[in-house]
Nanobody
């Protein structure tokens, strides 16, 4: 069974940092492009960052570029999102996702596997 489990969310002060992790079943992590998305209350789910299956290519939403870093460790079956210089606008539920087959890294619709999400709340 394909599983993605996020961890690392919580309450963070503005300007602070937090690291999210996503543990995935080996079947999907080592061969699949992975992404992080977020959904704030009353808003649509949006792309945050993504990384290719081999870690060579990364891409970020304009709103987080320079503040967030995505990485992966295929040996440990994990994908991480290091988030820094957080603002209240970063408050959302963050989801880890995997593509079942190669596609555009930023296309939400191309991600077929999703975790349950982890809440990140940034206090002002």
């Amino acid at each position: 069974q394909v599983q993605l489990v996020e961890s690392g969310g919580g309450l963070v002060p503005a300007g602070g940092s937090v690291r999210l992790s996503c543990a995935a079943s080996a079947l999907i992590l080592s061969n699949n492009n992975m992404g992080w998305f977020r959904q704030a209350p009353g808003k649509e789910r949006e792309f945050v960052a993504a990384i290719s299956w081999n870690g060579v290519t990364t891409t970020y939403a304009r709103s987080v570029k320079g503040r967030f870093t995505i990485s992966r460790d295929n040996a440990e079956n994990t994908v991480s999102l290091q988030m820094s210089s957080l603002t209240p606008e970063d408050t959302a539920v963050y989801f880890c996702a995997a593509q079942p087959r190669p596609s555009s890294l930023t296309n939400l619709g191309s991600y077929g596997y999703w975790g349950q999400g982890t809440q990140v709340t940034v206090s002002s």
